[in-house]
Every structure is written in structure tokens, then in C-alpha cells.
T-cell receptor, first 113, second 113 residues
């Protein structure tokens, strides 16, 4: 089973709202990732958690705040977003530090008004 | 020079033909290579991974790796209209405690019925 789940599938929010994206995997993977993807572009790495610790932050604005409550869950808290933040947000997981194959969830389509 | 390069396409092939998708990479130290398929509006789906020089076959898909020439390719035999999608080549960049997956810009494949 290589399933990564994400909720919600779609999200519309205003620039003053606070919302959260959720990601879950039950493959025993110890690395989890957040990517942002704009239309006709490849996924762009935002954050990496390895063994529940934040190991990479790709200089993402502080209006995006990741959280890894446990090894199966990954959240992305959103606050005061801008319209240009509208994109497909993808979660992925892989086995661990050297386990490299990443499996993606279905994504959350975010629209910021 | 981009770290991972792909022709953006579109690559148009007739149904039943062989589609050949190519990718070059710049880091000679790269060890792990991935092909993802992404349908419009959906998330990337892992098709193949390859670590060793030569060919790796899985059903209608064959990945080919040539580390000396720094290219990796994906052949799709008996192409079907359902294969029409963007194909993303990705390479692992090693560094620190966590590796990153570096994507090419993707090749759009259109299989004509």
C-alpha cells in the first residue's frame, strides 16, 4: 500500500482566514514533504520533516507554518495568504533519510481570494 | 544549466507507437532517478525508478539510464490515449541529513487515437 491521503481536496479562503491542510500516511515512512505546484510547472519543495523534525525549509514565507504531530501526520497551517499562493499543495512521503522514493498524495487545490 | 532538463513538448505520437521521453541531468554524483506521470489537475504518480546503468522494464514501460552520458529516458510501448499526460523526470540531490528530489519541467505527451 503506497497511499498518502490529503484533506481537504479543495479549499477556498480569504486573505484574512486561517486554515490547515492535512496529510496522513500509514506506510511507516519517516520523511514527509510539502510541495507547492503552480499550473504547468513542476512541484516546488517547501518543507521536509525527517523523523518528525523539520530538516528543510526552502525559505518559505512565515504565512505557511508546517507541523508534524507524529510520524504519520503532517499539517500545513495557512494564515494571511496572498492570491499568488493559490496552487496545488502536495504532500509526499518516503521511507527515511536514505529511503528516496517519494509517494505523493492527491493534493489540495487552494484558491485564495 | 538546469540540474534536470527535459523537452517540454508536446510530444505527439500515434496510438500503438513507442513514445520516447528523454531527460538529462548535470550532477555526475546522482544515483537515483525517477519518472512520474501527472495527469492534468492530478498529483504526480510514480511510474518507474532506476538506480543502475542499463534498462529496467515494467510492463509497457522501460527506463534507460546512462550515467556516463548523464541521461535517463522512458520508453512507453504500444502507447494509448490514456498515456497522454505530463511526464516528470526527477533526480535525487544528496545533501546533509535529507535528500531532495529535483524535478525537470516535464514533457507533455499526447497520444493521438
Amino acid at each position: 500500500d503506497t497511499e498518502v491521503t490529503q484533506t481537504p481536496k479543495h479549499l477556498v479562503m480569504g486573505m484574512t482566514n486561517k486554515k490547515s491542510l492535512k496529510c496522513e500516511q500509514h506506510m511507516g515512512h519517516r520523511a514527509m514533504y510539502w510541495y507547492k505546484q503552480k499550473a504547468k510547472k513542476p512541484p516546488e519543495l517547501m518543507f521536509v520533516y525527517s523523523y518528525e523534525k523539520l530538516s528543510i525549509n526552502e525559505s518559505v514565507p512565515s504565512r505557511f507554518s508546517p507541523e508534524c504531530p507524529n510520524s504519520s501526520l503532517l499539517n500545513l497551517h495557512l494564515h494571511a495568504l496572498q492570491p499568488e499562493d493559490s496552487a496545488l499543495y502536495l504532500c509526499a512521503s518516503s521511507q527515511g533519510r536514505r529511503g528516496e522514493t517519494q509517494y505523493f498524495g492527491p493534493g489540495t487545490r487552494l484558491l485564495v481570494l | 544549466q538546469k540540474e534536470v532538463e527535459q523537452n517540454s513538448g508536446p510530444l505527439s505520437v500515434p496510438e500503438g507507437a513507442i513514445a520516447s521521453l528523454n531527460c538529462t541531468y548535470s550532477d555526475r554524483g546522482s544515483q537515483s532517478f525517477f519518472w512520474y506521470r501527472q495527469y492534468s489537475g492530478k498529483s504526480p504518480e510514480l511510474i518507474m525508478f532506476i538506480y543502475s546503468n542499463g534498462d529496467k522494464e515494467d510492463g509497457r514501460f522501460t527506463a534507460q539510464l546512462n550515467k556516463a552520458s548523464q541521461y535517463v529516458s522512458l520508453l512507453i510501448r504500444d502507447s494509448q490515449p490514456s498515456d497522454s499526460a505530463t511526464y516528470l523526470c526527477a533526480v535525487i540531490r544528496y545533501g546533509g541529513a535529507t535528500n531532495k528530489l529535483i524535478f525537470g519541467t516535464g514533457t507533455l505527451l499526447a497520444v493521438q487515437p
